[in-house]
């Protein structure tokens, strides 16, 4: 690819919304323009990295045995009606009406029209097991789109859904999407963590979450190296990847009897809240019970209410959590909320945003509670005495670590509920009709590739995995027209790199060297070739790699050798 002949537009100026670095930098490098309000377009530049993403999904959706397929974004009332979710999604339903004034919903996920596809074309048992994949666009009125494609309205997801007899083999198939999953991360070079994620009021027996590692990560995941064991929870995310109840519109009843601003917190615990993800925590008399409170980007927005039934709490500081759970190196609880955590107004904790519990053997109990991304109020914990202990696993070795992470990827066993709902059946083998039960696996592809840049970058730009590359390399011509020795040998080597399967980029468009490499750094260009007048004469090219500190002047075959 000549970049002469390709729209690549990279800018100083951003705006000022622009907060987080992955934001900032896909807005520098021109990957994505902004039309409105969660709404972006992908440039050229962008969509060669989106593409990256898809292709390995789906290599690895196929790989696992997934079926690619296509729905419509736009989806019919009466379906969401059958499913009761037409007024329980909430908010973030975008619904409108033709021109007969039916109503619609853009599909903020698919398990609706899923599970009508699955009535219609599935008869029979000898059809299962089945899993359906798509790569579709989904909008959801999120109440704060931000961070460009890392929270937007309309975004890209891959979703599949399996469909099976019994839940034996709904678990092998999890199984087998779980490590899908694993290998799609991997491929793409991330340091994630795959977390156990509660199923909450739902029900069914499993949920994973998969999150990218960055400190910007809007969750908190609590994990142990030590025993391998990971908890992560978001409560209501874990209720439903894709059927969550409209936490945001129940949450607006709520009522919260003490509530302080952040700013009254903060002066309380002496403390300087200055970023998106500052914990507090409310520590109880009556034992250690806390909760890790984080806030809001805008934290004047933030409000703490008090946590009811529970005694006498005062304010704890991360540091204080941290200490009390370096000191207690049993923390290798499991995650078990729903039915011990009750918020104020005796709501279901599935109405909530999302949270983080766990339990030790000795009864420490841990609850995380975040509020802030899609609710326009506080949510208030309230009783956690009865979380319990124990359960699969503690074997008590290793720390727990409490990190940011990124959701890039949820898994979900769905049950029968969806299936039971639209009255989707097949025969079983005595030719009695049996109800599938579902699983559910979402992937936010184009939300992978802003978490990628909060993992991958420095003071100059991106720095691109190789597998998510706009370009492998680049050969940047410097001086062309004053030496056609030089246009010459960048062309072979540009055709030569791409014959030998290595995606290179030409930079002729003619920048002076300093501008060139600028753009070329902040794209992100794992590998650069400069040829140049006197690399020419010497019979050598400068190659750097994006990571190094230095540049080296190599010849054609240690090159060839080095990146092809
Ligand atoms: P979040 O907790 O970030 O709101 P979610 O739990 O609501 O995400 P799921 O319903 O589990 O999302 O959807 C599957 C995947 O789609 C998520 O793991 C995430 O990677 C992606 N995703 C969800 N919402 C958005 C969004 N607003 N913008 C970009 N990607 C998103
Ligand atoms: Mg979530
Ligand atoms: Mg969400
Ligand atoms: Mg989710």
Not at 68 to 76: A, F, N, R, S
Request: with cysteine; hydrophobic share 40%; charged share 25%.
């Amino acid at each position: 690819m000549r970049l002469s002949q390709f729209h690549l537009h990279t800018s100083k100026e951003i705006p000022a919304e622009a907060e987080l670095v992955s934001h900032k930098l896909m807005l520098k490098a021109g990957m994505i323009r902004k039309l409105a309000s969660g709404l972006y377009t992908w440039t050229p530049l962008g969509l060669r990295v989106l593409r990256k993403v898809e292709r390995i999904v789906r290599e690895e959706m196929d790989a696992a045995g997934a079926i690619e397929m296509l729905m419509p974004t736009v989806q019919p009332r009466e379906l969401w009606e059958e499913s009761g979710r037409w007024e329980k999604f909430g908010g973030q339903l975008l619904k409108m009406q033709d021109r007969k004034e039916a109503w619609y919903c853009y599909g903020p996920t698919h398990e609706e029209v899923i599970t009508d596809f699955a009535r219609n074309e599935l008869a029979s048992y000898k059809q299962l097991p089945i899993v359906f994949y798509q790569v579709q666009a989904k909008f959801r009125d999120e109440i704060r789109p931000r961070f460009g494609v890392m929270r937007a309205r309309e975004f890209l997801m891959k979703d599949a859904y399996s469909f099976h007899l019994d839940e034996a083999d709904l678990d092998r198939q999890y199984g087998v999407m779980h490590d899908a999953y694993s290998r799609i991360f991997t491929r793409l070079g991330l340091r994630f963590r795959a977390v156990f994620a509660d199923t909450g009021a739902i029900g069914g027996s499993a949920s994973h979450e998969f999150h990218v590692l960055a400190d910007s990560g809007e969750d908190a995941i609590a994990f142990s190296d030590g025993s391998g064991y990971a908890a992560n929870v978001e409560l209501a995310e874990a209720v439903a990847p894709h059927s969550r109840p409209a936490a945001s519109e129940d949450m607006r009843e709520v009522e919260t009897p003490v509530q302080k601003t952040c700013e009254d917190v903060a002066a309380l615990l002496g403390l300087e809240l200055s970023r998106t993800v500052k914990s507090i925590a409310l520590v109880g008399a009556d034992g250690f019970v806390l909760a890790l409170v984080r806030g809001d980007h805008t934290l004047n927005e933030i409000k703490l209410a008090k946590v009811e039934g529970l005694g006498e709490y005062r304010f704890a500081t991360e540091a204080e959590i941290l200490e009390h759970l370096g000191s207690r190196p049993g923390f290798l609880g499991p995650v078990r909320p729903a039915k011990t955590i009750r918020i104020i107004a005796d709501r279901s904790v599935a109405a909530m945003a999302d949270f983080v519990v766990g339990a030790n053997r000795d009864g420490f109990h841990l609850a995380g509670v975040n509020w802030g991304r899609d609710l326009p109020e506080p949510v208030v914990v309230a009783d956690i005495r009865n979380v319990s202990a124990g359960d699969p696993s503690p074997d008590g070795s290793g720390t727990l670590a409490i990190a940011r992470g990124i959701e890039v990827g949820h898994i979900f066993q769905l049950g029968r509920q969806y299936a039971q709902a639209l009255g989707c059946s097949v025969l079983d083998a005595n030719g009695k009709a049996a109800t599938p039960t579902m699983g559910c696996y979402g992937i936010g592809v184009s939300r992978i590739v802003a978490a990628a840049i909060e993992q991958n970058h420095d003071d100059n730009g991106i720095a691109w995995p190789e597998a998510m590359a706009p370009w492998q390399a680049v050969v940047c011509v410097i001086n062309p027209k004053k030496d056609p020795g030089v246009a010459e040998a960048a062309d072979a080597l540009h055709r030569e790199l791409n014959g030998r399967g290595v995606e290179t980029a030409m930079d002729d468009r003619g920048l002076r060297p300093g501008a060139m490499f600028a753009d070329m750094e902040l794209i992100g260009i794992p590998h650069r070739i400069v040829v140049s007048e006197r690399g020419v004469a010497a019979g050598t090219f400068e190659y750097r790699h994006r990571r190094a500190a230095e540049a080296e002047n190599l010849d054609r075959a240690t090159l060839l050798d080095r990146i092809g």
